[in-house]
Nanobody, 116 residues
Framework: QVQLVESGGGLAQPGGSLTLSCAASGFTFGDYAMTWARQAPGKGFEWVSSIYNDGSKTAYLDSVKGRFTISRDNAKNTVTLQMNSLKPEDSALYLC?????????WGQGTQVTVSS
């Protein structure tokens, strides 16, 4: 069965960095685009970034452009979100999903808290 397991969340100071990883299993990883999204308390589900199956195209939420970088390793079945220059408003549960604009599976998420 499809499994997406996120890791790497935690507490960071404003201006700091975190690297999130998503380990995928149960499907041919290289056949699918992958996505990161987030959900903060009291806020809706927010798309953050996506990457094509071969890594040839990426897309970012405007508020994270220039600060976050999505990448993937199809040999290791992983997708990574490098987050730099973190802001308190980046605090949220970050989830990894399968797909580009339409998604069929999501992981359980990893919590990111940005606070001094």
């Amino acid at each position: 069965q499809v499994q997406l397991v996120e890791s790497g969340g935690g507490l960071a100071q404003p201006g700091g960095s975190l690297t999130l990883s998503c380990a995928a299993s149960g499907f041919t990883f290289g056949d699918y685009a992958m996505t990161w999204a987030r959900q903060a308390p009291g806020k809706g589900f927010e798309w953050v970034s996506s990457i094509y199956n071969d890594g040839s195209k990426t897309a970012y939420l405007d508020s994270v452009k220039g600060r976050f970088t999505i990448s993937r390793d199809n040999a290791k079945n992983t997708v990574t979100l490098q987050m730099n220059s973190l802001k308190p408003e980046d605090s949220a549960l970050y989830l990894c999903g399968r797909g580009w604009e339409a998604y069929d599976y999501w992981g359980q998420g990893t919590q990111v808290t940005v606070s001094s």
